[in-house]
């Protein structure tokens, strides 16, 4: 049973436009949203996070966007650039547990310039 | 601030034979998580170390075991490899404050032959 669904599962954008990746969850228990960044060799990034007493977050090109009855949050990027080349992951963890992510299948970015 | 340093970067192993993996957690943190990320995949949890005692487990069978130190540094055992444990497998640091994100290593890359 996969707890987190994320889509799609590539994507392609243009240097300058915006990048939206989509997750939905399962489990009501869950109350911390990251999304984090993994480059070729490297381990996850943690680029930002949400609970969800909010519904949107933005941190300088970055934005969540929560929606709590629709169990679902996506990720934005503004002005993608090509150095945003990368897999992104979507998680989720309960309260209490937050060493215990539940992650989606990740999405590979790729910015063409 | 040091990061969350693991070793050995690779490591090749034959099926049946048991390995040690290492992680050095970033410093002020106390709290060591593992997950197994295999090619194409999201990072599954293994488990989670506090105080030196586990502290949450995830579907992993019992020939993965673990350690903490009370520097808080780690390891993660695989006893009786099998072809399936050919992954990537990743060491996360944080603090036990809830509020405490996630900070992964870059990975131990194991192969079973």
């Known amino acids: 049973q996969q707890q987190v669904k994320q889509s799609p599962q590539s994507l392609i954008v243009q240097k300058g436009g915006i990048s939206i990746i989509n997750c939905a969850y399962e489990n009501t228990a869950f109350d911390y949203f990251p999304w984090y960044q993994q480059f070729p060799g490297k381990g996850p990034a943690l680029l930002i996070a949400i609970r969800p007493d909010v519904s949107e977050k933005k941190e300088g090109r970055f934005t969540i966007s929560f929606n709590k009855s629709a169990k679902q949050f996506s990720l934005h990027i503004m002005d993608s650039q090509p150095g945003d080349s990368a897999t992104y992951f979507c998680?989720?963890?309960?309260?209490?547990?937050?060493?215990?992510?539940?992650f989606g299948k990740g999405t590979k970015l790729s910015v063409k310039p | 601030e040091t990061g969350v340093t693991q070793s050995p970067t690779h490591l090749i192993k034959t099926r049946g034979q048991q390995v040690t993996l290492r992680c050095s957690s970033q410093s002020g943190h106390n709290t060591v998580s593992w997950y197994q990320q295999a090619l194409g995949q999201g990072p599954q949890f293994i488990f989670q170390y506090y105080r030196e005692e586990e502290n949450g487990r995830g579907n992993f069978p019992p020939r993965f075991s673990g350690l903490q130190f009370p520097n808080y540094s780690s390891e993660l055992n695989v006893n009786a490899l099998e072809l399936d444990d050919s992954a990537l497998y990743l060491c996360?640091?944080?603090?036990?404050?809830?509020?405490?994100?996630?900070?992964f290593g870059n990975g131990t890359r194991l192969t079973v032959t």
């Open positions: 998680a989720a963890s309960m309260e209490g547990s937050q060493g215990n992510l539940i």
């Open positions: 996360a640091s944080s603090s036990i404050d809830s509020a405490s994100p996630l900070h």
